[in-house]
């Protein structure tokens, strides 16, 4: 059986690596790609990924994403898996956003997967086999205060999936969507951005009452590895904490 490869669109120190060492793990062939291919650098070093291939890409340009797979195929053919798992976060009341913040969120969580979504489904359609996978968020299923430039793309991203998943299935590729419902711990400490440090969030009292980047990207594994009769469209992920 051919060495299987895996794209992962959008990664930092949580989420994206633990899909990276997950794949990688698992005899993968591995891809990253980030806006900021310095941080992916460090990671080879740090994290055994030594083999790891990166490309600097803004998922939210049509050039660069085409780039990305030009190159990713030319390394190591066309990925079985796809990982979008680019986002960003500008939180504050509707009258207080410009126009250009509301924008930006929507190139970078709506039309970066669109951009992405429509790349990998050219190149896994001639093979008809393929895993397009997209990070969704609690603001994929409600818009809270404050969160409307987080909720306004992550809804959009749930419903291309929705339409990219009918589209696709019966021609043999997967497309799933995962809604990640609580926060995300990090391997290494990130800061916390500027517009969030008044925000009330309560602290973890043990390990497990945050989200592990591990084990959500076992989750993403093994949405890989269903088989075509079960195949899972949308779950949902939270710690037990949580409410919902």
Known sequence: MAQESALVVGVGPGLG?????RFHGAGFKVAAAARKPDKLEEMKTLDGLDDL??????A???????????????AHGVPDVVVFNVGNLI?????????EDFEQSWRVGCLAGFLVGRAAARAMLERGTGTIIFTGATASLRGGARFSCLAVPKTGLRALAQSMARELGHKGIHVAHVIIDGGITSKRPREIPEALRNFDFKPSKT?????QP??????YFQLHRQPRSTWTHELDLRPWVEKF
């Open 207 to 211: 390990p497990d009452s945050v989200m």
């Open 60 to 74: 939210s340009v049509e050039a660069d994403v085409e780039a990305l797979f030009e190159g990713v195929i030319a």
């Open 17 to 21: 690596l633990g899909l990276l060492e």
């Open 91 to 99: 939180f504050g009341e509707v009258a207080e956003l410009s126009t």
């Open 53 to 58: 291939a990166c490309f600097a890409c803004d």
């Open 214 to 219: 591990a084990d959500i990207a076992e989750t």
